[in-house]
């Protein structure tokens, strides 16, 4: 509290100077009176007592008025910090759904829909309102294979539908058995049959 006695010293002398300059201007006009002067620096030390004491009941106020303010500074960047995370989990769910939307549409033209979203830029297709421009989109992913024509999908060869294969394993052999592919065996089918045919 030394910068308060301080003030209150400043406050005290001030009114002091000032009745010494008033009293050295009508010194010149009027002869010194005693009582007089002694009045107007007891009425000027009464002044910065009021003074001194209103300063010592206004700190406090002025130190929990200070107190407040801070407090409001910390509530609006909490505030601040949770619009902020706000604002960022509704980017990031809009770029999710943009992506899918990306995705759905590519998926009939592209070879992998995934590769469709890794060039474009997501943002473009939010409007203001929050809405996804799919015509924008379907737009892009047009002007995207025009540019890139090895992310589509291959053209098949021939469209007509190709007749099934054959598959050896079915039917039967010259003999109406069926052949095992285990030498043994046919070693032993082989020799079962020559002495059958005795």
């Known amino acids: ?18 009745a010494a300059a008033q009293e050295a201007a009508t010194s ?14 007891r009425k000027a030390n009464s002044e910065a007592k009021n003074l001194r004491e209103r300063l010592k009941e ?9 107190e407040l303010e801070d407090a409001q500074k910390s509530e609006q960047e909490r505030l601040t910090e949770q619009l902020s995370q706000a604002q960022e989990r509704i980017r990031t769910v809009q770029q999710r759904a943009v992506r899918a939307e990306v995705r759905a549409l590519a998926a009939a033209e592209f070879a992998d829909p995934d590769d469709a979203h890794a060039f474009l830029s997501l943002d473009e297709f939010v409007g203001d309102d929050g809405d996804i421009d799919t015509d924008g989109i379907r737009k ?4 995207l294979l025009k540019r890139k024509p090895h992310l589509a999908k291959p053209a098949p060869a021939d469209p007509s539908p190709r007749p099934p294969r054959p598959d050896r ?11 095992s592919s285990d030498p043994g065996q046919i070693f032993a089918g082989i020799m079962d049959q020559a002495l059958k045919g005795r």
């Open 1 to 18: 509290m030394p910068e308060n006695e301080e003030t209150a010293e400043q406050v005290e002398s001030a009114p002091q100077e000032t």
């Open 28 to 41: 010149e006009e009027e002869p010194f009176d005693r009582e007089r002067a002694e009045e107007k620096i």
């Open 58 to 66: 206004l700190e406090p106020l002025a130190r929990k008025a200070q």
């Open 140 to 143: 892009e992913l047009g002007e």
């Open 169 to 179: 394993s079915q039917g039967s052999s010259g003999n109406g058995n069926r052949s």
